[in-house]
């Protein structure tokens, strides 16, 4: 199974966050339940409507990626990546905030409404998860490998 397809599935049940983790969790070194405890907070994004759910596990997975050995340098080579990450997921989907990607802000009582009444996460969320994984997926391991003195090879 892909990790897009291991995603998908699992947000079936789960939130975005908890998915995106899900795809990557056996070169994360994460249980399942560590994904769902470590997502569970970023459903609906970060402060319900702020940054997507996806690109908050996206940002924990660069950094639990990240292979500089010094404070500073892991700072930068996270920053590049969030960066890269950033640049790609806005050029697909136009932001990095639900409330635009979706049209609505479901931190109202009107937003949560129009969200149900047009299954918007069922409709648009699963996009976004399978981009946000397709992109870390080629960040982690593009990079990874092309990082100047790497220890973790292939």
Partial sequence: MSRKQKALSFFETHNCCQAVLHAFADELALSETSCIRLGAAFGR???RGETCGAIIAAYMAIGLKTT??????????????????NKRFTAAHGSLQCKELLGVNV???RGKRIARERDLFNRF?????????????DELVEKTEAIPGNRQQG
Wanted: hydrophobic content about 45%; proline content about 5%; overall charge negative.
């Fill in 68 to 85: 500089a050995i010094d404070d500073d340098e892991i700072t930068q080579q996270a920053d590049d990546r969030m960066l890269r990450f």
């Fill in 125 to 137: 969320c699963p996009r976004f998860v399978e981009s946000a994984v397709a992109i870390l997926e």
């Fill in 107 to 109: 931190l109202t009582p």
């Fill in 45 to 47: 994004g970060m402060s």
